[in-house]
Nanobody, 115 residues
Framework: QVQLVESGGGLVQPGGSLRLSCAAS????????MGWYRQAPGKQRELVAAITSGGTTNYPDSVKGRFTISRDNAKNTVYLQMNSLKPEDTAVYYCNAKFFSRDYWGEGTLVTVSS
């Protein structure tokens, strides 16, 4: 069992930056592929960034070059650095941990990009 707790969301102006953190409890954090997803009002949840146990990252075109995912296995934590934020980045951001059939989600943290 893995429990995930996100933090770092908030209100930021367009063009600003935020760093989200996701702290994982439980064992063997390093084996999980970790991901950040987001869900805006009235829209489906979408992948924002993912990082495998080996450190390979994946981003959709909508955030490529602006968002960076990283992990610190010693701290059981995954991060999402978000730069050049746009109003369309406004959403609840969720942390996810996957390993074969194991699939865990955090409760989310709200990011609002507005002037």
């Amino acid at each position: 069992q893995v429990q995930l707790v996100e933090s770092g969301g908030g209100l930021v102006q367009p063009g600003g930056s935020l760093r989200l953190s996701c702290a994982a409890s439980g064992s063997r954090f390093s084996i999980y592929t970790m991901g950040w997803y987001r869900q805006a009002p009235g829209k489906q949840r979408e992948l924002v960034a993912a990082i495998t146990s080996g450190g390979t990252t994946n981003y959709p075109d909508s955030v490529k070059g602006r968002f960076t995912i990283s992990r610190d296995n010693a701290k059981n934590t995954v991060y999402l650095q978000m730069n050049s934020l746009k109003p369309e980045d406004t959403a609840v951001y969720y942390c996810n941990a996957k390993f074969f059939s194991r699939d865990y989600w955090g409760e989310g943290t709200l990011v609002t990009v507005s002037s």
